[in-house]
């Protein structure tokens, strides 16, 4: 694969998980800061390291769940790997301009 088949796919993974909502704030979880790290290999592994609003959230195992799938589903994936972390922890900070003026934050 070249670099630029690789942003691309990298992209497709984004506007994938731009299309995943928490549960419980009308947010997607890339937009609210919950996706610390992708990284996608030529191989076409996708693996995803991202955090929760809160470690003892509800939804935890069915919102990684649809990013596994979800994700999954993105030409040039192959599989997936989530390593779900709290370090560091989630705050308002990470979340982006445009899921502030959504929440009315800003």
Known sequence: M???EILKVEQDI???LKNI???EIPVNIYD???IYEIDYTPDGVANIRMTLTAP???MADMLVEDVNVQVGKVPG?????????FDPVWDRSMMSEEALLELNLL
């Open 2 to 4: 070249t670099p630029q």
């Open 14 to 16: 984004i506007l994938t």
């Open 21 to 23: 909502y928490d549960p």
């Open 32 to 34: 609210l800061g919950l």
């Open 56 to 58: 003892n959230c509800p």
């Open 77 to 85: 994936v192959e599989s997936v790997n989530v390593v779900l972390t």
